[in-house]
């Protein structure tokens, strides 16, 4: 019976495991192309005017340069809109002594009962944008990123038949402590599942859209009884039958670090989030991980009974995983060409930590299975549906 288990999990895992490196290659094949674009000049850049909408609840770390890097922007015309839920955020003084003059403040209230802050906040600055802006831009108070950052995002939508554009986070621990490290492996995972398809999710932290096809996507109807609101933008965008690109040269800096316990429980937050709001992903993460972590150990166990297709089957899942990490790690370098000091000391991490964040995805998958309730920013959320949450006015 165990060599029978053997075979029903290796097989799978080692099939998985040779297109995970397949995929991976493609991924890192797209952001070489992508990056190499921006040594050719252009004599006519897209620079439509924009609004940069920016949500904030308390101090994120690092937070006065994260402002700094948004109200720096090189682009022509573009409006910096800080949203907050109180005037007497903490955020708000942060960004009156960093940016001074350069944004408006918009304060959205108290949210309805049955709404998330971020999304409540999102609406209320949409509804204040200026006029004459042609593109909505989103972005996170936790991220920063570089000068040039808005004009990357923004110009593939040129192409009218798109959708909207999206980047994603990279975790810079500041110090190469286990857990920021791993955290950072273990976000690297989702932002190398993004292709050169136009069928990527969208991420909130980065993403732009024309303000034509916001409105016509009905966003704001899509958005409202949600936490999510990149999910929900995605799923608007869908049904209107238009994609979103990756945009590899707009991704954006986190910087900090996390004990175990604030990293696990950002971990499950996000795969919670996930399950509720795209269960065509979760699922088959989860049924993946279960397939691979299962065959790795029934491998060690044949191992030990002497059989070597044991060893076989563990060399192949292992390797095929460090090396898609190592990958990914080395996208990194390229993307991030004024954080190579950061990577050249800790870059070796995604190639050999890969095997412990696999465990860490299975652990926060079961976990994310177990509930529907986050803690997000001061509140908890119980996520009863797409459209429907609840909200308990205070979080642990």
């Known amino acids: 019976m165990p060599e029978v288990l053997f075979w029903i999990f ?6 998985a495991a040779l297109v995970s490196v397949k995929n991976g290659r493609a991924y890192l094949e797209y952001v ?3 990056m190499a674009r921006l040594d050719e000049p252009d004599p006519d850049p897209y620079t439509p005017k924009a609004t ?3 949500p ?13 890097s948004l109200g720096t922007q090189n682009y022509p015309d573009y409006e910096l809109i800080v949203v907050c839920r109180d005037e007497a955020d903490p955020a708000v003084s942060a960004a009156r002594l960093t940016l001074g003059e350069n944004f408006r403040l918009v304060v959205s209230g108290e949210p309805p009962a049955g709404a998330g802050e971020k999304v409540h906040n999102l609406i209320a600055a949409v509804g204040a944008a200026r006029r004459e802006s042609e593109v909505f831009v989103f972005a996170d108070s936790d991220g920063q990123v570089r000068a040039d950052w808005l004009r990357r995002l923004v110009a593939p939508l040129e192409e009218e038949a798109l959708g909207a554009t999206t980047a994603f986070r990279w975790h810079f621990p500041e110090k190469a402590d ?9 976000d690297s995972t989702i932002a190398g599942s993004m292709s050169a398809k136009d069928k990527n999710f969208a991420w909130g932290g980065g993403m732009a859209i024309h303000r034509e096809v916001f409105d016509s996507a009905r966003v704001v109807d899509f ?6 609101d990149d999910c929900r933008l995605r799923e608007a965008l869908q049904a209107a039958g238009r994609g979103i690109r990756f945009v590899p040269e707009a991704m954006v800096a986190t910087t900090g670090q996390c004990s175990a316990r604030e990293f696990l429980r950002w971990a499950a937050r996000q795969l919670v989030i996930t399950r509720v709001y795209r269960f065509d992903l979760w699922l088959p993460a989860f049924i993946g991980h279960v397939v691979y972590c299962a065959a790795m150990l029934l491998s060690l166990v044949q191992l030990a009974a002497g059989n070597l297709l044991g060893l076989a089957v563990l ?11 190592g990958m990914r790690g080395y996208a990194a370098a390229l993307m991030f060409p004024d954080r190579e000091d950061r990577l050249a000391a800790y870059g070796w991490a995604y190639f050999w930590m890969t095997p412990i964040a696999t465990w860490v ?5 079961v976990r994310s299975s177990l509930t529907r309730r986050i803690a997000w920013r001061g509140y908890v959320y119980e996520l009863n549906g797409k459209d429907k949450i609840e909200r308990v006015d205070s979080a642990p």
Request: glycine share 8%.
């Open 361 to 365: 995805w299975l652990y926060s998958l």
């Open 315 to 325: 060399v192949i899942v292992l390797v095929s995983g460090m090396a898609k990490g």
């Open 178 to 186: 286990f857990w920021p490290l791993l955290r950072s492996v273990w």
């Open 10 to 15: 290796a097989v799978p895992a080692v099939l």
């Open 56 to 68: 904030v609840k308390g101090i994120d770390h690092d937070l006065a340069a994260n402002l700094r």
């Open 52 to 54: 940069l909408i920016l």
């Open 223 to 228: 958005w409202r009884g949600t936490v999510s």
């Open 32 to 34: 070489q192309e992508r």
